[in-house]
């Protein structure tokens, strides 16, 4: 059965940058054809997609917050990564990891999402 | 970006009545090569990560009861629970995946009566 957990700091400082990991089990993030990505919920607030990779290397990422993210992946460990510079309060959320599927010429759908780990930005 | 919205922010509803909540995309997600609306709905329960329920607009994942039928095209979608169960108690948020980036409506809340 395919388990995504998240791990990672539960509180960084404003202007620090955030470094988040899931590890996947029960499927390997190395073969196709599902992406893996990360998706954020602000508390009591709806989700934002992040960014996407898929094993190939290529990688997605929403246009907001394309310049202060990275999306990576260690095939070796069937983790992948995201890291989120500049951080500022409206960073704050619960961060979850997903398996993403591609729909063809469309982009992705989200199942199965990790637990997901609340962050909080504050000094 | 396409922006989602959804109607009403919440709703209750009896044991075993119908609910049914709206989604509105700001521009159409019907596909014109293959007649496919990129329309998702997923159901997040307090204290627990989203769950897809249906995709393609209309189409069920596997093990969802069907209770849960989605419908519409274009821009006007709609979720209908058939007979409300106590395990229905949620959150319901739409997604449009036409177009990146991927984006969620604010969501339904619905509750018991």
């Known amino acids: 059965q395919l388990q995504l957990q998240e791990s990672g700091p539960g509180q960084v400082k404003p202007s620090e940058t955030l470094s988040l990991t899931c590890t996947v089990s029960g499927a390997s993030i190395s073969t196709g054809p599902y992406r893996w990505g990360w998706i954020r919920q602000p508390p009591g607030k709806g989700l934002e997609w992040i960014a996407a990779?898929?094993?190939?290397?290529?990688?997605a990422y929403n246009p907001s917050l394309k310049s202060r993210v990275t999306i990576s992946a260690d095939m070796s460990r069937n983790q992948f990564s995201l890291k989120l510079t500049s951080l500022t309060a409206a960073d704050t959320a619960v961060y979850y990891c997903?398996?993403?599927?591609?729909?063809?010429?469309?982009?992705?759908?989200?199942?199965?999402w990790g637990q997901g780990t609340l962050v909080t930005v504050s000094s | 970006d396409i922006v989602m919205t959804q109607s009403p922010d919440s709703l209750a509803v009896s044991l075993g009545e119908r609910a049914t909540f709206n989604c509105k995309s700001s521009?159409?997600?019907?596909?014109?090569?293959?007649?496919?609306?990129?329309l998702a709905w997923y159901q997040q329960k307090p204290g627990q990560p989203p769950k897809l329920l249906i995709y393609r607009a209309s189409t069920r994942e596997s093990g969802v009861p069907d209770r849960f039928s989605g419908s519409g095209s274009g821009t006007d979608f709609t979720l209908t629970i058939s007979s409300l169960q106590a395990e229905d108690v949620a959150v319901y948020y739409c997604q449009q995946y036409y177009l990146i980036p991927v984006t969620f409506g604010p969501g339904t809340k619905v509750d018991i009566k």
């Open positions: 997903a398996r993403l599927h591609r729909h063809g010429s469309a982009w992705y759908t989200v199942d199965p």
């Open positions: 990779i898929y094993y190939t290397g290529d990688t």
């Open positions: 521009q159409s997600i019907l596909s014109s090569s293959n007649n496919e609306n990129y």
